[in-house]
């Protein structure tokens, strides 16, 4: 759950503001065709010089070592994990690219209309992700603008008949290069599949709604709020729901209300075959067949696209309280963390900074917060009784060698602090973070809530073993027999059945 997390900050050298993208000749020669879901594709200059000063005033930085794998892959044929570019921390991942042909590209277009763009400014800008330091050789042929569930299996049966890769595209948040291109081929973006309403439905009663996969989850919890109710994850600005399912995101609020596997009761998505399936009902109380959601949810766009959401929501609490505490030492703070836990205090949130990500949000947001191991809490309840869990983490923290222990209760003062901890990761910088302070992952996960992607594939098997890789690869090979769904991502190419 991130309980533990330990925040390393991720600052890639001079390329990282200076690298532009390789240019790749077109593969349809016609006239673009303009997406009516064309955004603003601006970026701010201090958002990416912001990452180079704070890493310059932080001394440090952090790149993996993913070296190509020794010997050719018989498994995944054209696929290498990555080309490194000098000593750079630059990882570009390989992979083989073929030409889509007119035919299929016309196929398209009497599905889509003008809801797609062979536009090479908009491959480029779907092909590199914004909040990930991953790249790739190639970007897509061409981006599809899916209005519905119809256009979804229409597109992903064009794409099986012609055996072109597909990437699914939700708001591109994801910091593990989920969405790269690295063979061409179809950008799914399901910005449009939003509903007339954004939301689907919606039960009061039974606390559940229904969505579609383009709906962010800030303006769903806008909707919810009139209704006492809100979705309890809370991964970062931008995210939608699709992406969120297809990551397994959590957020900080995971301590008390759990993952995403914990709060979908049933997802419907098109599988790699066309195939149209619902993975279970709207009961919450159900032992029948297997648990398909869970299958689904985390597996990134390998298996399939999905295409609707079903969620369980929790009341709106009546009153929250958000405290602050420094420690000398990552482990003091994660010893206070722990003893909490087994104190029996149900806290909401439980995020843990270093001393780097501190000297970020300060430099960041002109704050001067002790640049110190810091622990921030959310206690939630009635005003009584989030009062008393903050005092008594407060006699906690004081046992361990805590200091300047300090809470708020003021609506905007803690709108503003949670502003500033989401700016830290997914606006002005990129963090890792590892759920254990000693980043073993004999005592942790090389994922805590960003999934595998590209970047993590490495790290996989030494924390599930070759078996369960194994497995994964099967169920793939059955559901996407074409190979067509996000090739060359989570599952490792060495990886043979």
Partial sequence: MGLLSSALFVASSRTFLFRFLRRARPSFDGRALRSDAARDRSVAWSRVLLPLAVAASAGSALAFDLSRVSAPCLCDPGLESCVTRGDSSDRVVKGSRTEVIDEFIRELKDVLQDNMTVDYEERCFHGTP?????????????????RSQDDVHKIVVACNKYKVPIVPYGGATSVEGQTLAPHGGVCIDMSLMKGCLKIKSLNVEDMDV????????????????????????????????????ATRCSGSLAVRYGTMRDNVINLQVVLGNGEIIK????????????????????????LGVITEVTLHLQKLPQHSVVAMCNFKTVRE??????????????????????????????FANEKNLPELPTLMFEFIGTEAYAREQTLKVQKIVSDHNGSDFVYVEDANAKIEFWRVMDDRIFGKWEVYRVTSPNCKLGTGTCSGEHGIG?????????????????????IKSVLDPNNIMNPGKLIPPHVCI
Avoid at 130 to 136: D, V
Avoid at 218 to 230: A, Q, R, S, T, V
Wanted: include cysteine; charge should be neutral.
């Fill in 333 to 362: 703070a994660a010893d206070v963390a722990i003893a909490t836990m087994h104190s029996g205090i149900q806290v909401s949130r439980v995020e843990l900074l270093d001393e780097v990500q501190v000297k970020a949000i300060n």
């Fill in 279 to 302: 993975t279970g009902s709207r009961a919450r109380k159900s032992a029948a067949g297997y648990d398909l959601t869970r299958l689904l949810i985390g597996s990134e766009g390998t």
């Fill in 210 to 245: 229904v969505v579609e996969p383009g709906v962010g989850w800030i303006e769903l919890n806008e909707y919810l709020k009139p209704f006492g109710l809100f979705f309890p994850l809370d991964p970062g600005p931008g995210a939608t729901i699709g992406g969120m399912c």
């Fill in 130 to 146: 914004q909040n990930s330091y991953h790249r790739a050789v190639n970007v897509p042929d061409v981006i599809v603008f899916p």
């Fill in 454 to 474: 590209t970047g993590k594939m490495k790290y996989l098997e030494e924390e599930l073993g070759i078996g369960a890789l194994r497995t994964m690869k099967r």
